[in-house]
């Protein structure tokens, strides 16, 4: 017999149990939702048997692991349809994504919107059939063999490039199709219940534009019919909310053919980047950050001495001055370690907090450029924080506390995530232990909750990603905090310590948002370009009724303007309903109606873009509510 613990709560099972057979244990509503488990905190499939004294966590659809595992296996139903369907078909891959799955197929024929209602239709069979999800293993030879008779030359590759280890390959299999794959999966295809395939694009195999194009079908699934509605609605609003649509309509940014991935920031854009810009710079003066600026090219030693030119040169532009290599920044850290080592350092000058607003360039695949959200040029609100090993825990806390302030000011919900050292790294394993705890303590002292992401650090060392989630419950990834040990050793950056010897700082790599173009983009989506009143490019619009109010209007204006209000006056010759609505369009907070009556007695009407006419008010009440709202920062 073996103990397992479920949340304190201590079973006695026979030994070999699975956590299926758990989960049905305490109930048959867990078991049918159960997704998988965490055994001593590591994920696995529900056919993982149990064989000694352990922790047990139950994980269903409600958490990112067990809706991976529920998206992998609708990827599963789905790639047995298609095969159904066109027995001919080559199956590449099917992972689970961030929402939902995708398949790569080799297919002659085109996939169609048609033909994936067909294959929708399939993947109802699959599903009503519930075939049990069996997992089995071979041995490399036997795997080749099999994939080799069935014609299927990606899984083929796939297989022979973990065949010289001689350790059996893994394979699931319901009903008549078998699938090379690790898992973990649902127990049977009934689990899932609701699902829609959403879109089709074409996919480079393993991501090479030297290798065949094949076609990608993506979807997602719910275990309730319900949840896919919402799901599905909130993707219709997404398409409305786009920030690419908005940023045109809105005259806030463009992109233009003569510079794909590098944004053109229009007046109304400007003023929104500056403004943000304009609060970055108060809550780092607060907080106790030094501005800096670094050039925008450096020669090859410099990137070399950072570890850039070898880990990262292929996303680096690069050119010869006076026949010699330099490189455009792709990022701002190597630039601030040379202003740390411009004067020499005390203990007693640490921590340095340096900002900087770097404007940095990454070599991104046209295929992957997206908006504003995936771009080649952007700028990016880098800090630097050196210090001593003693002071890692209260910087890292205040870190946090920064980035709290900023998304909290924006109505942003966010979870947290721990990365590890990736397989390509620096830097030794008793530094790479150090700088991981270091980040772990401090999480663990704000009583943050956090999961581990395994192997997903920088190369110079581990780091703390916010993912913040946004009005349609979308996450995105902006701000992050990394520790190095690396830079400042490859730099041999020094401090004079209060012994009167030469010690190694210790740096914090953080941007709170990320970049500075993305996080305008998530804003204009999160917000559907409607910004807060203290954001938006204009904030008040004055619409004058007749010619004879225009006069009246541009004193309006000017009062406005002085008293630090964005403002401007619509003197067209149209109707005020289409100035109103016309206003509306262009998401402007306050627009305040001129007619006879109000230039009589010196009050305008005023109309709230989310609350309609909120009624007559005199200059000075005006005044007060722009001016509260604006101070506050208030998110109407």
């Given amino acids: 017999m073996i103990k397992v613990s479920l949340k304190g709560d201590v079973r006695e099972f026979e030994n070999g149990v699975t956590i299926a057979e758990v989960a049905k244990s305490i109930g048959m509503g867990l078991y049918k939702a159960a997704c998988g488990g965490r055994i001593n905190g590591t994920y696995c499939d ?69 033909i994936l209602e067909e294959i929708e239709k399939e993947m109802k069979k699959i599903v009503k059939e519930n075939l049990e999800l069996k997992k089995f293993e071979l041995s490399p030879e036997e795997a080749l063999s099999m994939m080799d008779e069935r014609g299927e030359i990606y899984k083929t590759e796939l297989i022979k490039e973990h065949a010289g280890n001689g350790e059996a390959i893994s394979f699931y299999e319901q009903g008549e ?64 909310r786009d920030h690419r649509k908005l940023g045109k309509e809105l005259k806030l940014f463009a992109m233009m053919e003569e510079g794909p991935g590098f944004p053109f920031f229009l007046p109304n854009g400007m ?14 003066k607060r907080a106790g950050y030094v501005e800096i600026s670094t050039p925008m090219m450096l020669n090859r030693a410099l990137w070399e001495t950072s570890g850039h030119w070898d880990h990262y040169k292929e996303n680096m532009y690069t050119t010869v001055i006076d026949e010699t290599d330099f490189a455009i ?72 506390g920064l980035i709290d302030e900023v998304y909290s000011l924006f109505g942003f919900k966010y979870h947290v995530e721990l990365s590890t050292r990736p397989e390509d790294s620096m830097g030794s394993d008793a530094d790479w ?8 303590k401090a999480l663990d002292e704000l009583n943050l909750d956090y999961v581990v992401n395994e192997g997903d650090g920088a190369f110079y060392g581990p780091k703390i990603d916010f993912h913040l989630e946004d009005s349609l419950g979308r996450t995105w990834q902006c701000g992050t905090i990394q520790l190095d040990f690396q830079l400042p050793q490859r730099f041999e950056a020094e401090y004079t310590g209060a012994d009167g010897e030469k010690h190694r700082p210790i740096m914090i790599h953080r941007v709170v948002f990320g970049s500075i173009e993305r996080f305008i ?104 509510r722009l001016q509260t709202e604006i101070d506050t920062k208030a998110i109407n």
């Fill in 521 to 624: 983009g998530i804003l204009i989506e999160h917000f559907a370009g409607a910004f807060p009143l203290w954001l938006a490019p204009r904030q008040v619009t004055i619409l004058p009724i007749a010619d004879r109010h225009h006069a009246r209007a541009h004193e309006l204006e000017k009062y406005l303007f002085d008293k630090g209000i964005r403002v401007d006056v619509d003197d067209r010759s149209e109707k005020i309903g289409y100035k109103i609505r016309e206003a509306q369009l262009q998401k402007v907070p306050y627009m305040l109606v001129l007619g006879d009556k109000e230039v009589e007695s010196g009050t305008v009407s005023v109309r709230h873009r989310g609350e309609g006419d909120i009624g007559s008010m005199n200059l000075d009440e005006l005044l007060e």
């Fill in 177 to 240: 199709f078998k699938e090379l794959c690790a898992g973990p999966h649902l127990m049977s295809t009934g689990s899932v219940k609701a699902f829609k395939l959403t879109s089709i694009a074409g996919a480079y195999w393993r991501g090479d534009e030297k290798n065949k194009m094949l076609q990608r079908i993506y979807g997602i699934a719910f275990p309730k019919q319900s949840e896919l509605d919402e799901y599905l609605e909130r993707i219709e609003e997404a398409k409305k």
């Fill in 433 to 440: 232990e150090m700088a991981t705890d270091g980040l772990r």
């Fill in 46 to 114: 529900l056919r993982t048997p149990l064989t000694e004294d352990c922790d047990l966590e139950i994980v269903t659809f409600d958490e990112l692991d067990g809706k991976k595992t529920f998206w992998h296996t609708a990827s599963h139903i789905m790639a047995q349809a298609v095969k159904r369907l066109y027995p001919d078909v080559k199956l590449a891959i099917g992972p689970s994504i961030d929402n939902g799955w995708y398949y790569d197929f080799d297919l002659e024929e085109s996939f169609t919107p048609e």
């Fill in 271 to 284: 003023t929104l980047k500056n403004t943000l810009i304009d609060y970055w710079r108060e809550i780092h």
């Fill in 329 to 400: 920044k792709p990022m701002n850290c190597p630039g601030g370690m040379l202003v740390y080592k411009s004067e020499p350092r005390s203990y007693r000058d640490l921590p340095i907090r340096m900002g900087e607003l770097g404007l940095v360039h990454r070599h991104e695949k046209s295929g992957a450029l997206h908006g504003l959200m995936r771009v080649r040029c952007f700028t990016q609100d880098d800090a630097h924080i050196f210090m001593t090993p003693e002071q890692i825990t209260d910087e890292i806390k205040g870190v946090v």
